[in-house]
C-alpha cells in the first residue's frame, strides 16, 4: 500500500478542480475494465468527474458494467484521448506496470503527459511513478483498488456500481476463486462486495455466459488439435488466421482457450499460439501451475511478461516456426 505521507499527497490531489484520467492496458481484460470503472465509480462517489481512456476495443463480455459505453477508446476517439491524457493532473495507471503494455499510441502520450501518476498494479517488474502501489502477491487489481478505498478510510462510500466492477476483476482474474494467489483476504473482500450490493449469480452469468455457438465451435477446433509435450507436463494449442476468419472472429472469442491446456491432469503449462487477425505476428498467452514461472519464461524468450503463473507475449515468425522455438526451448524448464 503507499505509504500514509503518499496517502495524504494523493488525498490532495484528487480534488474538482484537477482532471482525472483513469488507464489501462492494451487489449483490456476483466480485471482491467473492473479496476478502471470500479475506480472511476468511486471517485465519482468522491464528487469527481474522471475519464476512462482504453487504447482499443475490449471484448463484448464486459460491456454490462456500468457506465463502460463511457469509456473513450483511443483506438476510435484518438483526438479526445490525446487531449484528456494531455490535460490531464492526475492519471491513474491501472493493472499494468510500464507504459508501453498501453499500446504504442497512449503509451507515448502516457510519457509526455505532465500529470501526477499513480500506479495500482499486481505485475512483476513495475516501472518508477509517481506514487506506486505495486502487489505481485494479489490476484487482481480489483483488489488493491478496494484496499486503496479502504487506507482512504472510505469504504463506507463503496456502492452497487463500485462493487459489481471489482467483484468482476477479482472474479476474472482469479479464474473463478481457484488460482493460486487467491486468499482469505480476497474472500473478505470479495464478502464485502456482496454486502455492498454485487450479485455474483448477475455477474458471472453477464461475463461468463454468453458464449456464442461459433465461439464454441471455434474451440472445439482448437481442442481437436491439442498436443500435449515435455512427458505430458506442456500443452500446446493454437489457431490461424483463415479459422479466426471463418469462425466470424470477435474479440475476447479466445478468452479463457489456454486454461483448457492446464484442465489436463498432470500437466504443468499450458501455450496457446494465435496468428494475429491484421498483422503478421503470434500472440501467446501462458499459463501454469505451482511454481513453474511464465513470466520469466516469455521475458526470456516470447518478449513478453506478466505473473508467475499467467504470462502473454509476442513472437515475429510464423505460427509453425513459433511453435517449434517453444518446443525447443520449454525443455529447459524443471517442471519437478
Ligand atoms: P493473456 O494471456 O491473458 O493475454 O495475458 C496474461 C497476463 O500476461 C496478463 O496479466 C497480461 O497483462 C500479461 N501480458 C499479456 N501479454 C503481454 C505482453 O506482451 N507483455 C507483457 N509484459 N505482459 C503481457
Ligand atoms: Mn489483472
Given at each position: 500500500m503507499f505509504s500514509s505521507t503518499e496517502l495524504e499527497e494523493i488525498q490532495k490531489l484528487?480534488?474538482?478542480?484537477?482532471?482525472?484520467?483513469?488507464?489501462?492496458?492494451?487489449?483490456?481484460?476483466?480485471?482491467?475494465?473492473?479496476?478502471?470503472?470500479?475506480?472511476?465509480?468511486?471517485?465519482?462517489?468522491?464528487?469527481?468527474?474522471?475519464?476512462?481512456?482504453?487504447?482499443?476495443?475490449?471484448?463484448k463480455f464486459l460491456k454490462w458494467m456500468p457506465e463502460a459505453k463511457q469509456i473513450t477508446i483511443a483506438d476510435y476517439k484518438r483526438k479526445k484521448a490525446a487531449e484528456l491524457i494531455?490535460?490531464?493532473?492526475?492519471?491513474?495507471?491501472?493493472?499494468?506496470?510500464?507504459?508501453?503494455?498501453?499500446?504504442?499510441?497512449?503509451?507515448n502520450w502516457l510519457q509526455n503527459a505532465k500529470a501526477k501518476k499513480i500506479l495500482i498494479d499486481h505485475h512483476q517488474q513495475p516501472d518508477y511513478f509517481d506514487y506506486v502501489y505495486s502487489d505481485t502477491t494479489v490476484p487482481a487489481t480489483c483488489q488493491m483498488v478496494y484496499h486503496f478505498i479502504a487506507a482512504l478510510g472510505k469504504e463506507n462510500l463503496v456502492?452497487?456500481?463500485?462493487?459489481?466492477?471489482?467483484?468482476?476483476?477479482?472474479?476474472?482474474?482469479?479464474g473463478g476463486f481457484r488460482f493460486r494467489s487467491t486468499s482469505a483476504t480476497t474472500h473478505l473482500v470479495t464478502a464485502k462486495l456482496i454486502e455492498a450490493g454485487a450479485d455474483p449469480a448477475f455477474i458471472s452469468t453477464n461475463t461468463w455466459d454468453t458464449n456464442s455457438v461459433s465461439r464454441l465451435h471455434l474451440l472445439s477446433l482448437?481442442?481437436?488439435?491439442?498436443?500435449?509435450?515435455?512427458?505430458?507436463?506442456?500443452?500446446?494449442?493454437?489457431?490461424k488466421r483463415e479459422e479466426l476468419k471463418e469462425f466470424g472472429f470477435e474479440k475476447g472469442d479466445t478468452e479463457g482457450f489456454v486454461n483448457y491446456g492446464l484442465s489436463i491432469g498432470g500437466t504443468k503449462m499450458a501455450a496457446f499460439f494465435m496468428e494475429d487477425l491484421f498483422e503478421d505476428f503470434i500472440k501467446i498467452s501462458f499459463?501454469?501451475?505451482?511454481?513453474v514461472d511464465c513470466n520469466a519464461f516469455s521475458r526470456k524468450y516470447f518478449n513478453g511478461g506478466g505473473h508467475i503463473n499467467a504470462a502473454g507475449g509476442k513472437y515475429m515468425k510464423s505460427l509453425e516456426e513459433t511453435i517449434n522455438d517453444f518446443k525447443e526451448k520449454v525443455v529447459e524448464i524443471n517442471f519437478d
Amino acid at each position: 500500500m503507499f505509504s500514509s505521507t503518499e496517502l495524504e499527497e494523493i488525498q490532495k490531489l484528487l480534488i474538482p478542480t484537477n482532471n482525472i484520467v483513469i488507464v489501462t492496458h492494451y487489449n483490456p481484460d476483466g480485471d482491467a475494465i473492473g479496476s478502471s470503472l470500479g475506480l472511476k465509480h468511486f471517485l465519482v462517489a468522491n464528487g469527481l468527474s474522471p475519464e476512462v481512456v482504453v487504447s482499443n476495443d475490449y471484448p463484448k463480455f464486459l460491456k454490462w458494467m456500468p457506465e463502460a459505453k463511457q469509456i473513450t477508446i483511443a483506438d476510435y476517439k484518438r483526438k479526445k484521448a490525446a487531449e484528456l491524457i494531455e490535460n490531464a493532473d492526475v492519471i491513474f495507471l491501472l493493472d499494468f506496470n510500464a507504459t508501453v503494455r498501453s499500446g504504442d499510441r497512449v503509451g507515448n502520450w502516457l510519457q509526455n503527459a505532465k500529470a501526477k501518476k499513480i500506479l495500482i498494479d499486481h505485475h512483476q517488474q513495475p516501472d518508477y511513478f509517481d506514487y506506486v502501489y505495486s502487489d505481485t502477491t494479489v490476484p487482481a487489481t480489483c483488489q488493491m483498488v478496494y484496499h486503496f478505498i479502504a487506507a482512504l478510510g472510505k469504504e463506507n462510500l463503496v456502492n452497487k456500481n463500485i462493487a459489481e466492477c471489482l467483484y468482476c476483476g477479482i472474479m476474472t482474474d482469479t479464474g473463478g476463486f481457484r488460482f493460486r494467489s487467491t486468499s482469505a483476504t480476497t474472500h473478505l473482500v470479495t464478502a464485502k462486495l456482496i454486502e455492498a450490493g454485487a450479485d455474483p449469480a448477475f455477474i458471472s452469468t453477464n461475463t461468463w455466459d454468453t458464449n456464442s455457438v461459433s465461439r464454441l465451435h471455434l474451440l472445439s477446433l482448437v481442442l481437436s488439435r491439442l498436443e500435449v509435450v515435455a512427458d505430458g507436463k506442456v500443452a500446446i494449442l493454437s489457431l490461424k488466421r483463415e479459422e479466426l476468419k471463418e469462425f466470424g472472429f470477435e474479440k475476447g472469442d479466445t478468452e479463457g482457450f489456454v486454461n483448457y491446456g492446464l484442465s489436463i491432469g498432470g500437466t504443468k503449462m499450458a501455450a496457446f499460439f494465435m496468428e494475429d487477425l491484421f498483422e503478421d505476428f503470434i500472440k501467446i498467452s501462458f499459463r501454469s501451475k505451482d511454481n513453474v514461472d511464465c513470466n520469466a519464461f516469455s521475458r526470456k524468450y516470447f518478449n513478453g511478461g506478466g505473473h508467475i503463473n499467467a504470462a502473454g507475449g509476442k513472437y515475429m515468425k510464423s505460427l509453425e516456426e513459433t511453435i517449434n522455438d517453444f518446443k525447443e526451448k520449454v525443455v529447459e524448464i524443471n517442471f519437478d
